[in-house]
C-alpha cells in the first residue's frame, strides 16, 4: 500500500516511522515533510492546505491512503475534498470530516455537543464584539482565575487564564474588539476554571466502534514548574500514572462512549484519531477540549507504546472493520523531551546546524522543526527535535531523555528539565 502523512511535526515523524516497520507499506511519502522524514520515506514540497496538488500527488504515485497530521487541512474540509472528487472517493482519509472537525476548528461547537451529549465540561457561555458588554458582566459573576479561549485556531496559543477581573476585562476586549488572535477571536468563550491535574486522552474511531489508545501527560509551559508562556508542547510522559483503572472506567464510559455515540447521532462521519483533553477534578474526568488528531508532542509517546501494525490499524479504520482489532500495547512508560530553538515560543531563528543525532542510543529520535541544508540537519522550527526512550517508570524513561538530550547541540538549544515534576 502507498500512503501519504500531511505534516512537517515531530508527530508525522513519529507516524512515518511507525507505519515503516509494516511489511504492507510500500511506498511512503510525506508532505512537507522534515530532516527526520527524509530518511524514511520520500519527501514532497507541498503545503498541508494545497489540495489540488495533494491530488495530483495522490493520483501520480497510487496513493491508496492519507493520514492527515495536523488539524488546519481537516477544519479546511480536506476529507470532504476526497470524498466530493470522483478520482480520489476512493483513496482512504484518515481525520474527520469537515462538519466534525469543527470539534477543534470552533470552542463553542465543541462546548455545545457537549451539553447536547451530557459531557461533562466546565460551564460557559460565548461572545463576540456585539455583546462585549455583556462578556464584562459575566466575568463579574465569575470567581477568578477567569478562562479566556478564543473560538477558533490559534496555534494553540488562544487560551489565556487570568487572576485579576480588570485584566481579563481588557482581554477580553483586545481579544474581540482589537482582533488579538484575528478571526479566531471573533468569538470568545469565557468559561468557569477547573482545578485539578490534566491529562490527554486518544481515541481512536472508526465512526462505529473506537479504540482507547494510550494516556499522556504533557507540559506546555515554556518554563520550569510549568510557568511561562504556552507552546505547542515542551515534552510528554505516557501512561499518566494516576489514571488508575477506575478512572479510566469513568473516562470510557461518561467522555469516550458518549462522544462517539454523540457523533453518530449528529451524523458527522469520523474516521481518525480524537484527542480529548482532559481535568481530574477530585475523582471526576471533565473535559477541556477536543483536538481532531493526534497531539504534539503526545504521539512521540503514544505511537511507541503500540505494538500493532499501523497500517493495519489504518485500513481497519478506513474499512470500519476496527472492532476486528485486538489492540497490543507496551506496559512500559514512554517519556519524550523536546528540545527548542532559543528565544521559542517568542521570536527565533531558523537554520542552526544540530550535531550529536548519530552518538544517541537507547532512545527514539524524532525530528519536529528541521531540514536537511547542504547535507547538515538544521533547525527549521520552534520545536526541534524530540527524544523518547523506555523505562520500567516515568523516572527512569525520563533519565534515559535526558541523557541524550545531552548529547545534541545547536545553537541557543532550550528544554524542560522538570518533566514529571507534578506526577
Given at each position: ?15 512515518a ?11 511512503l511519502?510525506?508532505a ?20 489540488e496538488?495533494?491530488k ?34 476512493n ?19 465543541a ?16 461572545f ?14 465569575l ?12 496555534a494553540?496559543?488562544?487560551?489565556v ?10 482581554e477580553?476586549?483586545?481579544?474581540l ?33 473506537y ?15 510549568d ?25 470510557e ?14 451524523k ?14 477530585g ?22 507504546r503500540?505494538?500493532n501494525d499501523?497500517?493495519e490499524?489504518?485500513?481497519?479504520v ?9 489492540l497490543q500495547?507496551?506496559?512500559?512508560t ?41 547535507g ?6 520552534g520545536?526541534v ?24 547541540s ?14
Amino acid at each position: 500500500m502507498n500512503i501519504l502523512i500531511l505534516g512537517s511535526g515531530g508527530r508525522e515523524h513519529t507516524f512515518a516511522w511507525k507505519l515503516a516497520q509494516s511489511n504492507k507499506l510500500s511506498k511512503l511519502f510525506v508532505a512537507p515533510g522534515n530532516a527526520g522524514t527524509e530518511k524514511i520515506a520520500t519527501n514532497i514540497p507541498i503545503g498541508v492546505n494545497d489540495f489540488e496538488a495533494i491530488k495530483k500527488l495522490v493520483l501520480k504515485e497510487n496513493i491508496q491512503l492519507v493520514m492527515v497530521g495536523p488539524e488546519d487541512p481537516l477544519v479546511n474540509g480536506i476529507h470532504d475534498f476526497f470524498l466530493g472528487d470522483q478520482e480520489l472517493k476512493n483513496v482512504a482519509v484518515i481525520g474527520p470530516e469537515k462538519l466534525a472537525a469543527t470539534l477543534e476548528g470552533s470552542k463553542e461547537f465543541a462546548k455545545e455537543f457537549m451539553m447536547r451529549h451530557e459531557i461533562p465540561t466546565a460551564q460557559y457561555k460565548s461572545f463576540t464584539a456585539d455583546t462585549v458588554e455583556d462578556g464584562f458582566k459575566f466575568l463579574e459573576e465569575l470567581n477568578p482565575p477567569f478562562v479566556l479561549k478564543a473560538d477558533g485556531l490559534a496555534a494553540g496559543k488562544g487560551v489565556v487564564i487570568l487572576n485579576d477581573l480588570n485584566e481579563a476585562k481588557v482581554e477580553l476586549k483586545s481579544m474581540l474588539v482589537d482582533e488579538k488572535f484575528g478571526a479566531a477571536s471573533a468569538t470568545v468563550v469565557i468559561e468557569e476554571f477547573l482545578d485539578g491535574i490534566e491529562l490527554s486522552v486518544f481515541v481512536l474511531t472508526d465512526g462505529d466502534s473506537y479504540k482507547v489508545l494510550p494516556t499522556a501527560k504533557d507540559y506546555k509551559r515554556i518554563g520550569e514548574g510549568d510557568t511561562g508562556l504556552n507552546t505547542g508542547g515542551m515534552g510528554a510522559i505516557s501512561p499518566v500514572p494516576f489514571a488508575s483503572k477506575d478512572f479510566m472506567d469513568k473516562i470510557e464510559q461518561r467522555i469516550v462512549k458518549p462522544t462517539v455515540e454523540g457523533l453518530k447521532k449528529d451524523k458527522m462521519p469520523y474516521k481518525g484519531f480524537i484527542f480529548i483533553g482532559l481535568i481530574k477534578v477530585g475523582d471526576d474526568p471533565k473535559v477541556i477540549e477536543y483536538n481532531v488528531r493526534m497531539g504534539d508532542p503526545e504521539t512521540e509517546v503514544v505511537l511507541p507504546r503500540i505494538q500493532n501494525d499501523l497500517v493495519e490499524l489504518l485500513q481497519a479504520v478506513a474499512d470500519q472493520k476496527l472492532s476486528e482489532i485486538d489492540l497490543q500495547l507496551d506496559d512500559r512508560t514512554a517519556t519524550t523531551v523536546m528540545t527548542v530553538s532559543g528565544g521559542y515560543p517568542g521570536s527565533y531563528e531558523k537554520g542552526k546546524e544540530i550535531t550529536g543525532i548519530d552518538s544517541i542510543t537507547e532512545s527514539l529520535v524524532f525530528h519536529a522543526g528541521t531540514t536537511l541544508k547542504d547535507g547538515k540537519v538544521v533547525t527549521n522550527g520552534g520545536r526541534v527535535m524530540a527524544i523518547t526512550s523506555f523505562g520500567t517508570d516515568f523516572k527512569s524513561a525520563l533519565a534515559q531523555s535526558y541523557k541524550n538530550v545531552e548529547k545534541l547541540s545547536f545553537e541557543g538549544m532550550n528544554y524542560r528539565k522538570d518533566l514529571g515534576f507534578d506526577l
